[in-house]
């Protein structure tokens, strides 16, 4: 199961998730977001990215939502893959793809109480990779999950959700972020190893994973 541990912002915090088993780091940048309390600059980003051996993947996220920002994002940071929080049009995808083909996308999708049936895949084409952030859900049901997952051409990973249902559901991928952070607001180191190492014991099952196993590849 591949993981990213999101919200990174120290040189200790990257190498350690880096060599305890992460397969990507995930970068909030504070030109894109306002009120994120784990957002770093583009030059810390730069400082940081150095420390990240080759078999581990950086990811910059973002909440720009007009791809002339997106595109200069990339520029300056340099980065093969951007993960979207915001909705995008289909023209938007298309456009932002046909300008960087090497470009890899992850799209974020915020799922609803039990509104599984409205998430919007049609953009299947042009993403490479989608999230489904259950943050603020009480009921999950697994088996729309596990059906929502089977029917999408492209890995899937899951954030904000317990161990226990991750282990009912096989994905792709998780992301970690605010299940291993201390109370002064930096990584728990001892939480990281604990979520890593149960995590990269389990198996995926998702149909397409055979094929996309190596996304998270530089």
Known sequence: MKIQISG??????????????????????????SKSSNEISIKTFKKLVKYIPVFVTPIIITSF?????ILSLVEKTRTTVIQINQNLSLNDLKKLKNKKPELKIIKEIKLADNNFSETDLK?????????????????????????????VDKPVMLSNINLELLKKIYPYGVVLNDEIVRHDGYKDFMKMR???????????????????KDFFKR
Not at 123 to 146: H, L, R, S, V
């Open 8 to 33: 990174v912002t120290t040189i200790e915090e990257t190498i350690t998730a880096a060599y305890e088993g992460a397969d990507a780091l995930g970068f909030f940048l504070e030109e894109t977001f």
């Open 65 to 69: 939502s007009s791809v002339e920002a």
């Open 123 to 151: 953009f299947a084409f042009y993403i490479d990779t989608f999230i489904f952030n259950f943050k603020g859900i009480k009921n999950i049901f697994i088996e729309q999950i596990k059906e929502i997952i089977n029917s």
């Open 194 to 212: 604990q979520y890593i190492t149960e995590l990269k014991g389990l198996q995926t099952r998702n149909y397409f994973y055979s094929n996309c």
